[in-house]
């Protein structure tokens, strides 16, 4: 995981500058003191504002290339257009086009900005940085100015590799929102997902099949990596709640379907908590919010049911007692009830009971022909996102369980399935067929902002990291 | 300022600079006022730049796989198809008349070769959705285990394993297409 220790910085005059202040206020004491508390802010410079009530608006050019070579230009630009999206995706700002600021010519430093070219253009507030590159290294000093007071609301410098600029813009784009907004951003968050992107094939007996694997990506779909080797069907995949660890179906084992929790950072072999064999089959993991359990349908007493269990396997707890399919389960915001689907009305539709199983599970879908695929939202939201049937396919539908009203996310746009909401839950991810092939996407809440995630390959069931 | 005052008073500041050098130094701000508007902030904040790093995932190697014993001719035996499939309504898991036939004629050949160990397929059409798919191949397979069991087929000669709608047998988007994946697939592994 990320390793960031919090430095506040104050731009100052030069070193010996401040020195030399602090020089200035010993002497008037002359008695050892303790380090003043820093100053105030101006008023007006802490928070950007745009004066209106409506979102204050950013712009975010290039960053200022420090050292004159093509691969520090190449990181400079690549921070500036990624923290731009991101501070776009999260709509706290309203960010600025960038094909308007051609007529702004590029600051050569921080010190030489011109605030009254970026005033003109309308901005409350400018994101600007320096980048500096020291072999595979790279320093990026960045700042927050509010343009009208001309000053720096937000200033700091962040080091690491070079391989990854598009990590700088991240970490800026959640200090901006937290420290502006309140916010908690989901930049540094990352999807996992299963795929046919590799194209491989399983050869069996008589078939020849093609199967997926594990990844991850940046929540944005950049840097996509694979997390499963094993040249057999994994599908599935959730985030534990540290994100160090993703759960997930296999048929790796022997062909047959079984629960493996693997340490992805960690490279050591996966574990199968609920120690699946040839009989016990167990399929479609999902973490309990504080990371201690593991919801999942299993075929140990004869037919699919839900069970929970410690993550270690301990404690397992039958849930449902219905003779026909209950699957998929969800687990409420507190922990305390899971979603899932059952057949038991004579179509798939979903229910919530509580996590020990002990009630009567209640039915939450009263329109539906067929649902499947409960996501319960995090806290402070209490809704569960679905996959509905319209029509010959699928839409993604929000049930907010307080109001008992439920809201379609898209609409019939291709076929719309495996939601899964954001950490914050602001934003889902789900799968669409819209462009021919399975591809990820991510949408605001009220089904705005809609990006693309996958490029390649078929992809399936996404689920969102903290 | 007197001239040995200001002597006195940087030594004073550098010393308590050196001191907080010593041991644990964490990351601290340098108090001061803020620049005049009239003048541009310059150069460099004096705090240490904040490390950014963010941890690669490692893959693990496959495991080895299970091989069984004499895998040719199983493969022939499967490639016969002499254990057929049984196929299914849409949603459904019943065993139609026609699959009845199927498995009588199934649990025949299953006694004249006493030592087959058969895995049961449970597969689906495309049209529901990927999870739901799993259990519903489950209770397929489930299902035509169950009356071969009934048969007089031992069920220890039998597993089953579902595939939800991963592994269509016809990739068409038509009722046949369709119809031909509803199904529990028949594959002999050992022998």
């Not at chain 1, 990320?2 to 010993?26: D, K, N």
């Not at chain 1, 820093?38 to 745009?50: K, L, V």
Request: charged fraction near 20%; aromatic fraction near 8%; include cysteine.
């Amino acid at each position: 995981m990320m390793t960031i220790r919090s430095s506040f910085i104050v731009p100052t005059s030069t070193l010996g500058g401040a020195l030399l202040l602090s020089l200035i206020t010993l002497g008037a004491a002359d008695r050892q003191q303790p380090p003043p508390t820093p100053q105030q802010r101006q008023e007006g410079s802490g928070i950007i504002t745009s004066g209106s009530g409506s979102n204050p608006k950013l712009a975010v050019p290039d960053f200022i290339a420090a050292t004159p070579d093509a691969e520090t230009k190449a990181i400079a630009t690549t921070i500036g257009e990624v923290l731009w999206n991101d501070l776009k995706f999260e709509r706290e700002f309203y960010m600025i086009p960038r094909d308007t600021y051609q007529s702004i010519p590029p600051a050569p430093s921080l010190e030489a900005i011109p605030f009254d070219r970026w005033r003109e253009l309308g901005a409350d507030g400018l994101v600007i940085g320096s980048v500096r590159k020291n072999g595979t290294a790279v320093t990026v000093e960045v700042r927050l100015f509010n343009v009208a007071a001309r000053n720096a609301a937000f200033a700091k410098e962040y080091s690491g590799t070079a391989a990854n600029p598009r990590l700088f813009a991240h970490t800026i784009s959640d200090e901006i929102h937290k420290l502006q907004r309140n916010l908690i951003g989901v930049a540094r968050t990352k999807l996992t997902f299963s795929s046919d992107r590799d194209g491989e094939r399983i050869k069996g007996t008589v078939y020849d099949r093609k199967i997926k694997e594990i990844y991850i990506a940046d929540y944005d779909g950049a840097n996509p990596r694979r997390i499963t080797v094993n040249r057999s069907l994994n599908i599935n995949p959730v985030w534990s709640s540290d994100g160090k660890a993703i759960a997930y179906t296999s048929y790796r084992r022997a062909n047959f379907p079984d629960i493996f929790v693997q340490r992805i950072y960690d490279g050591t072999p996966p574990e199968s908590p609920a120690h699946g064999t040839d009989r016990i089959h167990n399929f479609l993991p999902a973490w309990s919010p504080d990371g201690t359990r593991i919801a999942f349908m299993s075929n140990r007493d004869g037919n699919p049911e839900i069970y929970v269990m410690n993550a270690d396997g301990s404690n397992l707890r039958r849930i449902t007692r219905q003779p026909g399919i209950d699957a998929t389960p969800s687990w409420s915001p507190a922990g305390n009830q899971i979603a899932f689907t059952s057949d038991r009305s004579g179509s798939p539709q979903i229910y919530t009971v509580d996590a020990e199983g002990l009630q009567q599970p209640r039915r939450i879908t009263s329109d539906e022909s067929w649902a499947d695929r409960a996501t319960w939202s995090p806290a402070p939201y209490n809704e569960i996102a679905y996959a509905g049937r319209t029509g010959p396919g699928f839409d993604i539908k929000i049930f907010n369980v307080a109001t008992g009203i439920t809201q379609l996310l898209t609409h019939g746009e291709g076929s719309n399935e495996s939601p899964a909401f954001s950490p914050t839950g602001r934003h889902l991810a789900f799968t669409s067929t819209r462009l021919g092939n399975q591809h990820i996407f991510i949408v605001g809440r009220d089904g705005e902002g809609l990006i693309q995630v996958t490029k390649e390959g078929n992809n399936f069931t996404p689920n969102w990291s903290r | 300022m007197p001239r040995h005052r200001l002597f006195v008073a940087s030594l004073l500041a550098l010393s308590l600079a050196a001191a907080a050098c010593h041991g644990k130094k964490p990351p601290v701000a340098r108090p001061t006022q803020p620049p005049p508007e009239s003048e541009m902030p310059a150069a460099r904040p004096p705090a240490p730049p904040e490390p950014i790093a963010e941890p690669r995932p490692v893959t693990v190697p496959p495991e080895p796989s299970v091989s069984s014993a004499d895998m040719g001719s199983l493969d022939d035996i499967n490639k016969k198809g002499i254990l057929q499939p049984v196929f299914f309504e849409l949603d459904r898991i019943e065993i139609s008349s026609e699959g009845q036939a199927v498995l009588a004629k199934n649990a025949e050949t299953m006694k004249q070769y006493p030592t087959w160990i058969v895995s049961i397929e449970g597969h689906c059409d495309e049209r529901g959705t990927a999870e739901y798919n799993l259990a519903l191949g489950e209770r397929r397979a489930l299902s035509v285990r169950q009356y071969l069991v009934t048969l007089g087929i031992a069920s220890d000669r039998l597993r089953t394993v579902s595939y939800g709608k991963e592994f269509p047998f016809d990739p068409g988007h038509t009722e046949s297409a369709w119809a031909r994946n509803r199904r529990a697939n028949f594959v002999v592994t050992a022998k």
